[in-house]
């Protein structure tokens, strides 16, 4: 008498012969079929969860308000009983890089999982290429930005800022070719122009801005240029993310901010117009005080990075400008809260055209991943019937 054989075992426990027979041909079936995708998916897949960006905002904004304050102090308080004012900006740039680039680093490490080997900072010459233009456009920025400053007042410098929402997108459109769905649009129009409302009609009494009495062609196209080099350095940011799936945000900061760190001190060691490092160092041993601003300003922009490519890496250039750009008005919100300022009519439909944008952006997205999982659920329902009646 024969052996009878026993069916053999499916991958899924207690499962039947028949039903584990389903279940492997709707899995090899699956492989064949393109599921749903999303339409309004934007270009960097949003990877982060709701609580991540939650935590990332936070950190931005508590990092570089404090940031902000330890740089007010540093630049426009003077120090010892000479009353000096410590004026070295590229010095500041290039303590803040070195820290960053060492924080970069142990970010990096930290998330690296156990057992494995730390990813490359600089994987191959593309990536390197790539951020060193990075790094040049980073650097330039802010010395244009701050020459600006000398020719047009300090309201059409900040409106300027507060619509870099517009060369990022453009950039993007331009350079990289790609394309958004309508609500992107409207949301950086809603948000840019709810910023600059708010900031246009911002009280600000009679004062002129320093070292700028009028604007003037020259200074706005000083700032058309600070525009172009941060619109490049986010879109370039984007699109090596968006390219190499595999270089995180760690790698980035790492990488970005040592070649920044290299390019600022081989100006300071080697520029023979100036000894900015030699006069910085000076004030320092001079004025203690300074050194341990230096210090903590520069541990507040390494801690902020710390969250802005963590963003940048989990939901695109975009998001972060946005968060980046609206950080000033909820400080200037605070400080009406905090001093009991008011608000004009006209600067309270800018915060609505903001919330607004923001808000509406908001429920598109949770609808639209409502869709997409019932989408789908409803693909592999149908395969899995199909299955069946085969």
């Known amino acids: 008498m024969a052996t009878r054989r026993k069916p053999a075992s499916s991958s899924v426990p207690n499962a039947t012969p028949s039903s584990a027979a389903t279940t492997n041909a709707v899995q090899e079936k699956s492989k064949d079929v393109q599921l749903p995708t999303d339409p309004l998916v934007s270009d960097v897949p949003h990877s982060g969860s709701v609580i991540q960006l939650l935590v990332c905002v936070a950190g931005i904004y508590i990092s570089f308000l404090t940031w902000a304050l330890l740089q007010e102090r540093i630049t426009t308080t003077s120090y010892g009983p000479d009353k000096r004012i410590f004026r070295y900006p590229l010095v500041l740039n290039t303590v803040q890089s070195l820290f960053a680039s060492l924080t970069g680093y142990l970010y990096l490490r930290y998330t690296t999982k156990a057992g494995a080997s730390t990813a490359p900072i600089f994987p191959n010459k593309d990536i390197t290429s790539k951020l060193l233009l990075v790094a040049v456009c980073q650097s330039l920025a802010s010395p244009f930005g701050y020459a600006s400053l000398q020719h047009i007042d300090y309201i059409t410098f900040i409106l300027a800022k507060s619509c870099k929402l517009l060369p990022v997108m453009a950039l993007h459109l331009t350079i990289f070719r ?15 122009a709810g910023v600059a409302v708010f900031t246009l009609y911002h ?188």
């Open 203 to 390: 009280p600000s009494g009679n004062k002129k801005g320093k070292g700028a009495e009028t604007s003037s062609a020259w200074g706005l196209m000083l700032l058309g240029i600070n525009l172009l080099f941060d619109g490049l350095t986010n879109s370039m940011q984007d699109h090596i993310f968006v390219k190499n799936k595999t270089f995180k945000g760690p790698q980035m900061m790492c990488a970005l901010n040592a070649v920044s760190t290299l390019l600022t001190t081989g100006y300071l060691l080697l520029n023979p117009w100036t000894n900015e490092l030699g006069s910085a160092l000076d004030f320092m041993g001079a004025h203690p005080q300074v050194f341990r601003d230096v210090l903590g300003f520069a541990a507040c922009g390494a801690l902020g990075q710390v969250f802005i490519f963590h963003t940048l890496s989990q939901f695109g250039s975009l998001v972060l400008v946005t968060v980046t750009v609206t950080r000033k008005m909820f400080s200037m919100i605070l400080s009406v809260v905090a001093f009991g300022h008011s608000l004009t009519p006209m600067q309270w439909f800018g915060v609505s055209l903001v919330f607004g944008g923001i808000g509406a952006e908001a429920e598109i997205k949770r609808r639209s991943e409502v869709a997409k999982k019932a989408a789908t659920k409803a693909a592999l329902d149908t395969i899995t019937n199909g299955v069946k009646k085969e």
């Open 178 to 192: 790609r394309s958004y769905p309508f609500y992107k649009y409207a949301v950086v129009a809603s948000v840019t």
